[in-house]
């Protein structure tokens, strides 16, 4: 079984968004000077960047995460844009943890994101603890973000904010997002 989530606590996630406030407030042309409505636009940034990750299949801002798996896989896949491998240990059966080392105990291939034992070599031999017995915690660092995702962000904020309450959508108001939601999809991840 494998289990893949955000680190939480080492190191604290506090991405930079692709989107700034400013930019937002550009777009819904709202003054610099009224800060009223900033807590929310915030969170529109945040739901946005994450809608666009949701459409795109991959990550969008640096992230560190957190794979379980109960044994080693061949390879370990990890998402796009991987940028390194931060802690790779398993456990045994008699709850003791090994940490590998990286170059010696197995090899990082950040083109495909991959994680393997060295050519000629295999994972350790181990009898694994019952579950979650490997822990792979990597970063995975973005290139830049196309002016396509950030405008269909952009778009979806906007839709936000006028039609703040969904009942209020109108039929010209909800025609729009799928072309919103075309915007982010720009340079989308095929998986064949």
Not at 25 to 50: G, H, N
Not at 72 to 97: E, H, Q
Request: aromatic share 10%; net charge negative; hydrophobic share 35%.
């Amino acid at each position: 079984m494998t289990y893949e989530k955000l680190t939480v606590t080492s190191p604290p996630q506090s991405p930079t968004e692709p989107l700034n406030l400013a930019d937002v407030k550009a777009v819904l042309e709202i003054p610099d000077a009224d800060t009223t409505k900033d807590s929310m636009l915030e969170l529109y940034i945040v739901a946005a960047r994450q809608l666009a990750e949701t459409r795109q299949g991959r990550d969008l801002v640096s992230k560190q995460w957190d794979l379980t798996m109960d044994c080693f896989p061949c390879v370990i896949k990890t998402r796009d844009n991987l940028s390194a491998v931060d802690l790779l240990r398993y456990r045994d059966s008699d709850g003791n943890y090994t940490t590998l080392v990286e170059g010696t105990d197995y090899i990082v291939d950040t083109v495909q994101g991959l994680v393997m034992p060295p050519y000629g070599e295999s994972w350790p031999s181990f009898t694994p603890w019952p579950s979650s017995a490997v822990l792979c915690c990597y970063t995975v660092t973005p290139p830049s973000i196309d002016e396509e995702i950030k405008m269909g962000m952009k778009f979806a904020i906007n839709m936000w904010y006028v039609n703040r309450v969904p009942a209020e959508l109108g039929a010209s108001a909800v025609q729009q997002y799928p072309f919103c939601l075309g915007l982010l999809d720009h340079g989308k991840r095929e998986f064949l």
